[in-house]
């Protein structure tokens, strides 16, 4: 029998359809990757670390995947990359897709690819807002903390609110 991996991904975009480019996300996940057993809410926020014209919507999947975390990496890139997500070297731009590892089941990775628990998790309220939703007792491995408490404490004070569907 092959073994399960538990993970966490952080979906994000702000560039129009944002909201279609999370479904078709959830989709090919679900199809390519492995089964969404939880799902946040959907969340809207204030670009961070740059300035965009587009809030970005983000929500939180817990999966059930017998890939690795690398394969889970590529496949992601994969999928990003046909729903039109353009990589560039200048930092932090709009993105019509951004699909994040933030936990690989209590394992702690550091590799020139990949690290996990995701680094930056805990500085940003529109990533542990949605995770404190599904999963606030989960403890991240690194920090020996759980989702919930790592929200209390964020210094994080952007606006990060459920975004109303009936937007669309």
């Known amino acids: 029998m092959v073994k399960q991996n538990m993970v966490f991904l ?18 090919k996940i679900a199809k390519d990757i492995g089964k ?10 204030e670009a961070i670390g740059f300035k965009a ?50 936990y690989f089941n209590d394992d702690i990775i550091n590799s020139g690819l990949l690290t996990v628990p995701h680094p930056r998790l805990h500085e940003r309220r529109f990533t542990l807002l949605p995770l404190k939703e599904i999963a606030p007792d989960f403890t991240n491995p690194a920090l020996k903390i759980t ?20 937007k669309i």
């Open 10 to 27: 952080l979906l994000g975009s702000n560039i129009e359809p944002r909201y279609n480019y999370i479904k078709k996300a959830e989709e």
């Open 36 to 45: 969404i057993l939880q799902s946040s809410n959907i969340y809207e926020s």
């Open 53 to 102: 014209d587009t809030s970005f919507l983000n929500k939180v999947i817990f999966i059930e995947t017998k890939f690795t975390a690398l394969n889970i990496l590529n496949n992601i890139h994969i999928i990003e990359n046909r729903l039109g997500r353009v990589r560039n070297s200048l930092g932090y731009t709009s993105r019509t897709l951004d699909i994040d590892i933030l």
């Open 147 to 166: 989702n919930k408490k790592l929200f209390e404490i964020c210094s994080d004070n952007s606006d990060v609110k459920i975004y109303n569907i009936g």
